[in-house]
Structures are given as C-alpha cells and as structure tokens.
C-alpha cells in the first residue's frame, strides 16, 4: 500500500511538472503578477477589427493534390465550369506488344471519394455514400487528346523553375485539341448526360452458363474510349519506337483533356467533384496473334496500362454574379471594414484581417498614450496591452475569432466544412496552427482546438443542417503579440479543402492596394466552394440590429489582479 501511495504521488508531481513547462508561454504573460490576489475571468470584446474582403483572380493550378471537374451553378457566386488537363503515362515501359495487335476496348477509371454505408451480407452488395461532390445535377463530359505538352520546367527561368499553369487557360487548351471526342459511346451517361454515380461497380464471368460477379470496386469513374483512336495512337505506323519510355510518350502521347459543362436540358443545375486525377487509369485491352511451334495460330488477350500520372492543370470557367464581384472589388473597404465577408475557393476571393486598429501614438513608461507623429510602429491597443497602467500585464486565457454565416444570403447552399486562418504577410500558419496536434474524426477535422470547422443548427429538423459559424482560436498568437513583441501581421482567410495542406499557389496577377501579395494558400484553390460571412462594420441601428449582434469580433478572456 505505501508503495502505491508513493507512486502515485509521484506520478501526480510528474504530471504538474510537466504541465508547468508545457504552459511557459502562458505564464510567462502574468510573470508580473504575484502574491495572493484572487482573479477573475474577464471577457474583452473591445479590440479593434478590421476585416475586409480581396478579389484573387486567376491562380496556378498545375499539379494540385486535389482537382475540381463538373459544372456548378450557386445561387449567390454564379456558375464554374471545372476542366482538366493531364499527361499521360505508360505503367510499363518498352512493352512487348505482340503481332498484330486490335484494340478491343479501352476504359478510363477513376475512383471518387467515398465512404461504405453498408453491406448487404445476403447478396454481397455495398451501399456506398460520395464525398466531395457538390449537387446532384447531371453535366456534359467530354474526354479530348490534348495536343498542348505540359513542360515540366520553366523555359524563360532556364528551366530551373517549375513551370507554372493558371486557372483561366481554357481558351488556350481549347485551341490546342483534338476534336474529336474520345468518349463517344451512345450510352448518354458517358458523355452528355454524365453524372457522379454512387453505385458499387461490378464486372461478371460466367461460371457454368450462368453471370456471376467477378469484381467488385468502389464507386468511380468509367468511361468508355474510342477503340479506333488508341488501335491508331499505340499500334499504327506513327507509334513506332514511342512507347519505350514516359519522355518518348509524352512527347508523342501529350496527354487528356477532361472537358466539362451543363448538360443541354439542364442549363443551370449541374454537379462538381473534387477528385485525384493522378488516381486515373486507362486500360487498353487488345488481342494479339500467336503461332504456336506447331504452327497452330490463336487469339490471346493482352493489356496495356496507361496512367494519368503526369502533369496536370485544372481549369475554371467562372461566371460569376454581379453582386458577388461588385462587393469582392469596387466596394470593398480596407479602412474600416466590409459588412460581409466573401472567402471563395478556386479562383475566388479571400479575407483579409487587421488586429488591434491604428498606429497613432505611443505608450509612456506609466501607461498613458501621448502623440507620436506617424506613431511608434505599434497599433495603440496593443501598447497599452504591452505596457499597461500599473505595469500589470494580462494573462490570456484564450483569444478567438468567430465569423458567423449569414445565413439568408446561404439559404440551401453547399458550405464549406472548413475555414482557414493564416499568416498573410509571411504566408504561413499562425502559431496556433502548430501547437494544436488534436485529431477529429477524419483528417479533415485534424487541429480542431484551433478550429475554423463549420458549426451546424442541430436544432434544425431538416434533413441538410445549416451552418451557423466558425469559430478559430488564436490563443497562442495574441498571447505572443502581447508578451514576446511579434510583429502584428495582417490576417487572411480563406476556405480549405485540408488542413494538413499549407502550401501556397501562385496568383497569376498580384493584389493591388498598399500592401500587395502574389500568393494564396493552395488549400483553397482545391476547394470549389464558397460562403458569406458577416463582417466587423455593421451599423449599430434598429434595421441592423440582429446582424450587429453577429459581428465579427476578438474576443479575449483574460484574468489580472483585483
């Protein structure tokens, strides 16, 4: 017994201690503040913001983690056409292609996102649910030879850089096609009336006289090619010495081009995924002639295997509302803020926040602002929490921002499960980002201390459940403001696709205005959705009342001596 007593107030010791110098930050704060007094939470809401909205235009899109395809049309943004372009490569080089090679059947395949829902244990049948897909509408889906050759390096760097494609290359990869349509099949749901299914995909042999199932996959993609086409491209007199490795290939064979748009009798409904396109694969299935040593000719069936492996380019088609594009642009107010704030993915539009408000004074040795002029470099609110009256620094609790939706201008539409917070000027994530290591139930949901996942009405008793904010926590971020003298950079804010992602794109034209950039988290250019937010200048007057309420705000609990 007196050894489990003494273990266990070790063990309590060990825990205090190394909770003690895990929080070093978050005492060294209230370093000053000592003694028996008692504290209390205090909640502060009076700190400046200033958040306004940044259109982004066109973006690098080459070799994306993640491509949007299909056509989608929000009611608020306005319509987006999503196309790819990618290489192709051969699985095996040098391949022994046999005599007299015909081309039987070629499909294209690529799985879609998604998870089981549930199996049926009688008949071996899945259910599956897609993930990722936005509307239910069917597109026209066209598959073209891209006759364009997607460079693997910069010509005008002297290829030391990568090269860079952009979003609004449409027109460029339109010129530079083959015309003919590759996925030609009289089956309209590959081509014309195309849509993401979610049905388990299922091929038969036939055992006994009688079909049975032989495989089964997941849902995805599959397109029916033109055989003529690859009998000519693989196996036809210009093909001669092409397929003996991927440079040779893909200089010959430059690659596919996954043209979408709405459906002829949908006009304005449509459905878009994201999904890997370097997950796609063509299989070429042909039959050979062999000559037996005996002399006896027979048919053998032989493959191919082509990936869409290379480099790619996705391509968006934007027709965007008048309203959206006049409150991204003309209107927006970098002085004192905009009423609703517009993060948009793909080639959209962001936020942009400042903390702290103006530079105007500076913080005398007693804690009282005296006139600078041009300031001291230092916002005034944050002086004075730097240097306050007394010398008594806070200890911060924590530090958020909550945006919430407005919910009209989203009534019925696709939301973003997910916002994301970074450091503008230096392009990275805040410190938050990286101390948090918690992990929610998908990777999606990765860092969910630090937040920025949509909040959703659970109240709600329809069967899509709106979302009602997102809320980041920047606890760590203030706190360093405050005791370490960081720099306070301005803010942005964007939708993401995945947390883990925090590489950026390139614009294809840098911002205008008095602190311009030319670059945005990649994370958002994968994501085709968009949202709106209030922002932090809403009049305080009876019409505004209940959108006043749902300002943007810091919000900082802290504790300091009574």
């Known amino acids: 017994m007196q050894n489990n007593s003494f273990l266990k107030l070790l063990f309590f010791v060990c825990t205090v201690a190394f909770f003690a110098s895990c929080d070093k930050d978050f005492n ?23 958040a306004y909205n940044q259109s982004i235009g066109a973006v690098e899109s080459s070799n994306l983690t993640l ?59 899945s259910t599956y649910l ?11 889906l066209s598959v073209y030879e891209s006759k364009y050759y997607l460079r693997d390096y910069d010509a005008t760097s002297g290829f030391i ?94 690659g596919l081009y996954l043209k979408a748009d709405n459906a002829d009798n949908s006009p304005n409904q449509g459905s878009l995924a994201s999904l890997n396109i370097k997950l796609g694969k063509i299989i070429v299935t042909y039959n050979v002639t062999v000559t037996s040593a005996a002399g006896v000719v027979t048919i053998k069936e032989k493959k191919l295997g082509i990936s869409l492996g290379g480099n790619s380019v996705n391509l968006f088609e934007n027709d965007y509302n008048t309203g959206y594009t006049t409150q991204v642009t003309s209107t927006t107010n970098a002085t004192t803020g905009d009423y609703r704030l517009y993060p948009k993915g793909g080639a959209g539009s962001m936020a942009i926040i400042e903390l702290f408000g103006a530079d105007i004074k500076a913080v005398a040795a007693n804690g009282t602002l005296y006139d600078v002029v041009g300031g001291n470099g230092v916002a005034d609110e944050l002086d004075l929490l730097r240097n306050p009256t007394g010398g008594q620094k806070l200890l911060v609790n924590e530090a958020n921002l909550t945006f919430y939706v407005d919910r009209a201008s989203m009534t019925e539409l696709e939301e973003p499960n997910r916002i994301y917070l970074y450091d ?36 709600s008793t329809i069967v899509t459940k709106r979302g009602i904010k997102y809320k980041i926590r920047l606890t760590n971020h203030v706190r360093n403001l405050i005791s370490k003298d960081s720099t306070n950079v301005r803010l942005g804010l964007v939708v993401t696709e995945s947390i883990a992602t925090t590489s950026n794109a390139k614009l294809k034209n840098t911002t205008t205005g008095a602190n311009p950039f030319s670059k945005i988290p990649t994370s958002s250019v994968i994501n085709p959705l968009g949202t709106v937010l209030f922002g932090n200048n809403i009049p305080n007057d009876l019409a505004n009342k209940a959108n006043y309420a749902k300002r943007l705000k810091l919000e900082i609990y802290y504790t300091k001596p009574n």
């Open 424 to 459: 503008l000027n230096n392009h990275t994530p805040i410190i938050d980002y990286y101390m948090d290591s918690s992990v929610g139930s998908n990777t999606k949901l990765n860092k969910k201390i630090h937040g920025g996942i949509l909040e959703k009405d659970v109240l």
């Open 67 to 125: 491509n949007a395809l299909g056509y989608y049309n929000n009611a608020f943004f306005g319509k987006t056409r999503a196309s790819i372009v990618t290489q192709v490569v051969l699985d095996t080089l040098d391949q022994t292609i046999g005599t007299a090679p015909i081309v039987t059947k070629v499909e294209l395949s690529l799985p879609y996102f998604s998870h089981l829902k549930e199996k049926n244990t009688t008949t071996g049948d």
């Open 28 to 50: 060294e704060i209230g370093a000053d503040i000592i003694g028996d007094d008692h504290f209390g939470l205090i909640q502060d809401t009076t700190k400046t913001v200033i």
């Open 161 to 254: 850089d990568g090269q860079k494609y952009y979003s609004d290359a449409t027109s460029e990869f339109d010129t530079n096609k083959n015309p003919t349509r590759l996925n030609d099949d009289t089956d309209a749901s590959q081509n014309e009336q195309f849509f993401f299914n979610d049905a388990e995909i299922k091929t038969y042999k036939t055992v006994d006289g009688a079909q049975v199932v032989d495989t089964r996959s997941a849902p995805g993609m599959r397109l029916k090619l033109n055989s003529q086409f690859f009998q000519d491209k693989l196996f036809g007199t210009a093909a001669a010495g092409k397929l003996v490795n991927n440079d040779v290939f893909k200089r010959y064979f430059n």
């Open 130 to 140: 897609l993930d990722s897909i936005n509307g239910t509408a069917k597109i026209k």
